[in-house]
Each structure stands twice: as structure tokens, then as C-alpha cells.
């Protein structure tokens, strides 16, 4: 009877959070890790768990960058505001938006630190790229993300959701990041699973799990 191979044992997301630790800077003396996906698809959950793990590190929302204007149209303003003064060893001066005034807000400081994560939908983005020490993308299906992100934020903005998926299908068919992520991340019952490197384009990832949960985002 031949052997059959055991599947991968679940470790804990501090795994992942090692080896991001150790990879080289790639923005100044900051690791920039992105997390990009459909909108949906519990990047900022997955974010706020990872940042965690890595001891606190800040998670910058592309949420906060794009507007109602420029859904897509914010790699300049993130170009000049946060990547050019991390890449100098300075602090970042950047104003958030405020959906529901329309308007950005007062400045804020991002300090240089070991690991940034951004996270968003465009994260991964050829213009980001190049600044980035690694990219993740959620991997859950467009329709399922989606319909969760509708759920969420309810019937009031079905409007908002409908422009927003005519953006979202544009920006990925001229930009896609999927093809270019060094990790893809699942949720499965009892957490996440990741592949990395070549495996990250296989179906069947290497396991890592943490077990407080699906995400919420």
C-alpha cells in the first residue's frame, strides 16, 4: 500500500510575522508588506492580526488614501506623502480621508518602523511594487468578496458598491497584482492558510492557522 503524505500542521501566524522580520528593507529602512484583494475579501481583519503578530506593527488603510474622486487615482499622493519620506528615513505626513465629509482630514505622522503593512484593493499595484518587500493577496473569489462587502455595509450604499465594482473590474483588468503576489492567503475554519513562493500559485496551500476565528472585513 503506497504512503500517503500527511498534510501540513497548522502553525501560528507569528510564523509568517518571522519571516517578513527577516527579509531586507525595501523602503529606506522600512519592510512595506502589502495586502491586496477584492474588496471584501478581509484584508483589514487579516492586517490588523498580522500587525499584531509582528509586535504592533502600523497598518496604513488605502481606505484612507483614495477618495470619491480617485478610487484608483491615489499613487501619486501616496508617492509624495508617505513612500518618498519613509524611503529617506523621515516621518511621513499624510492627511486620511473622511468618507462621509468628503474631505481629507487633519495630518497625521507615520514614523519609519521596521514593517509597514498597507493594505487595500490596489495595494499590490505596479507603481507600489517596486517599494514593496513582499505582497499578499486574499484569495477569495471576486462574487464572494463582494457579496460579503455588500453585506456588510448594507442596502444604503448599494449605490457606492455598484460604481464601486465597474472601478474595481477596470483597475485589475489594466493592473492586476494576483499574478505578482509572493503569498496567497485563505481563510479556512479555523483561521488562515498560506503558500508562498512558487507553491503560491498551486490550489492547495501550505497550512498556517490561527484559531480565534473567520475575519470580520
Known amino acids: 500500500m503506497e504512503a500517503q503524505e500527511s498534510p501540513p500542521s497548522p502553525q501560528p501566524l507569528q510564523a509568517l510575522a518571522r519571516e517578513?522580520?527577516?527579509l531586507p528593507p525595501s523602503l529606506g529602512p522600512v519592510r512595506l508588506v502589502g495586502i491586496d484583494g477584492h474588496a471584501g475579501?478581509?484584508?483589514?481583519?487579516?492586517?490588523?492580526?498580522?500587525?499584531?503578530?509582528?509586535?504592533?506593527?502600523?497598518?496604513?488603510?488605502?481606505?484612507?488614501?483614495?477618495?470619491?474622486e480617485e478610487l484608483f487615482?491615489?499613487?501619486e499622493r501616496l508617492r509624495l506623502q508617505v513612500l518618498e519620506p519613509l524611503?529617506?528615513?523621515r516621518p511621513a505626513h499624510w492627511a486620511p480621508y473622511d468618507w462621509v465629509e468628503r474631505c481629507f482630514g487633519p495630518e497625521r505622522v507615520l514614523e519609519p518602523a521596521p514593517v509597514l503593512l498597507?493594505?487595500?484593493?490596489?495595494?499590490?499595484?505596479?507603481?507600489?511594487?517596486?517599494?514593496?518587500a513582499r505582497l499578499l493577496w486574499m484569495e477569495m473569489p471576486r462574487a464572494k468578496s463582494w457579496g460579503r462587502g455588500r453585506n456588510r455595509d448594507g442596502r444604503e450604499l448599494s449605490d457606492f458598491w455598484d460604481g464601486w465594482e465597474r472601478a474595481e473590474l477596470a483597475h485589475f483588468s489594466d493592473d492586476p497584482s494576483r499574478p505578482f503576489a509572493d503569498t496567497l492567503v485563505r481563510q479556512s475554519g479555523t483561521g488562515y492558510e498560506w503558500s508562498s513562493g512558487a507553491a503560491?500559485?498551486?490550489?492547495?496551500?501550505?497550512?498556517?492557522?490561527?484559531?480565534?476565528?473567520?475575519p470580520r472585513a
Do not use: N, Y
Not at 498597507?118 to 517599494?131: H, I, K, S, T
Open 87 to 89: 524611503a529617506a528615513g
Open 20 to 22: 517578513i522580520s527577516a
Open 200 to 214: 503560491a500559485t498551486a490550489r492547495t496551500p501550505a497550512s498556517i492557522t490561527e484559531g480565534d476565528g473567520l
Open 73 to 75: 487615482g491615489w499613487d
Open 118 to 132: 498597507v493594505e487595500g484593493v490596489g495595494a499590490g499595484r505596479r507603481a507600489l511594487r517596486p517599494w514593496l
Open 41 to 68: 475579501s478581509g484584508k483589514s481583519t487579516f492586517a490588523g492580526r498580522l500587525s499584531e503578530a509582528l509586535g504592533g506593527a502600523p497598518v496604513l488603510h488605502l481606505d484612507d488614501v483614495a477618495s470619491h
